[in-house]
């Protein structure tokens, strides 16, 4: 009988983690460049096998009955969002692989697709609350003012045809790598500059997110989680109520 608190629990537990990531999914519904994620889970002596052997990958059977659920991995979506025009000078979007990179003010480097770009005090291409927008050269990108033109390569025009800057388009071997933070915004190392990127001025990316999919997902979340709680209070009445009348015996 006490084998069903850990299934209800361990099922508890996943829906409620699986309901955060769909909610995190449908609060950034709007939020240019995001990506879509999804949670995966799988039964804990799947996880043991997957962590006990060697560098040699000789596994130990140790059973096949499961108890518990445990995190297996949140993946994300990197599925091209639609461009959306918006008429803005300082916005860009990305068609195709690759993120653009923006230097924070501790001199790290964050990458993002969202293109919703502004001038900070200085003049320089920023990415609001974040930093500065980084060139081909990895460098920032001065413009002074948001009279410009651009092209389907980034680079940036004053309006007598200037050349001021090129946007740096950056992507990574393997995108799995990259951490997820939130906004939009990814970190990771080993990037790679793209040569001939595709970039629409006066464009955002809209969010990947699919909302009828993940207002299906979250239903189906919230009644697996509170069958379950029933389910759990089913238990503890049994259990009770086995406890009491064999300590009378």
């Not at 445990?70 to 969002?81: F, K, V």
């Not at 799995?176 to 001939?196: K, P, S, Y």
């Not at 629409?200 to 990947?208: I, P």
Request: aromatic content about 10%; some cysteine; charged content about 20%.
């Amino acid at each position: 009988m006490y084998k069903g608190f850990y299934n209800l629990t361990s099922g508890m537990l996943t829906q409620q983690r699986n309901l955060n990531v769909v909610s995190n999914n449908l609060v950034n519904i709007s939020t240019a460049g995001f990506k879509e994620e999804r949670y995966t889970a799988s039964t804990f002596d799947e996880v043991l096998f997957n962590r006990v052997g060697n560098k040699r990958k000789d596994y130990t059977g140790i059973g096949n009955i499961s108890y518990i659920r445990a995190t297996s991995e949140i993946y994300t979506n990197y599925d091209q969002g639609i461009p959306e025009p918006t008429g803005i000078p300082l916005d860009f979007a990305i068609e195709g692989d690759g993120f653009f990179a923006v230097q924070t003010e501790n001199n790290g480097t964050i990458y993002t697709r969202a293109g919703s770009f502004s001038l900070d005090d200085d003049g320089y291409l920023c990415f609001p609350g974040h930093g500065r927008v980084l060139g081909r050269d990895s460098q920032p990108i001065r413009l002074s003012t948001d009279k410009i033109e651009a092209d389907n390569w980034g680079q940036i025009y004053t309006e007598t045809g200037v050349l001021v800057g090129q946007l740096g388009v950056f992507t990574f071997e393997d995108n799995g790598a990259l951490e997820h933070e939130d906004e939009g915004i990814f970190t990771g190392e080993n990037a790679t500059l793209v040569e001939r990127p595709t970039i629409h001025w006066k464009y955002l990316e809209r969010s990947n997110v699919d909302m009828v999919r993940q207002m299906t997902e979250m239903l189906t979340c919230q009644r697996a989680l509170q069958s379950a709680a029933q389910a759990a209070k089913i238990y503890d009445q049994l259990m009770t109520k086995a406890t009491t009348d064999v300590g009378r015996l």
